[in-house]
């Protein structure tokens, strides 16, 4: 969790999610001077601080440094190992 990649990971996700909730949030046929914008921002910003705080409680498929599975404990859970 303390590496460059992983906040990068991280970071890239929180602004995807903040990104994704902003377009969600902005209606279809409505003048750009009628939407909400404090509204938008702050929903994604909080979309974007729940990404941050998820990211922390799991690990993200992106950063590739989580521990290996030692064979022994592979081959008997069923795992599939090179012999």
């Not at 990104?19 to 921002?41: E, F, R």
């Not at 990211?55 to 590739?64: A, D, G, H, K, Q």
Request: charged share 15%.
């Amino acid at each position: 969790m303390t590496t460059y990649t992983w906040w990068s990971a991280a970071w890239r996700r929180a602004l995807k999610t903040f990104c994704q909730t902003a377009v969600s949030l902005i209606p279809v046929g409505v003048m750009i001077s009628d939407v909400n914008w404090l509204v938008v921002v702050s929903t994604s910003a909080l979309a974007a601080i729940l990404s941050l705080l998820t990211s922390v409680i799991t690990t993200l498929p992106e950063v590739n440094d989580a521990p290996e599975i030692p064979d022994e404990i592979a081959s008997d859970h069923g795992g599939d190992v090179d012999e």
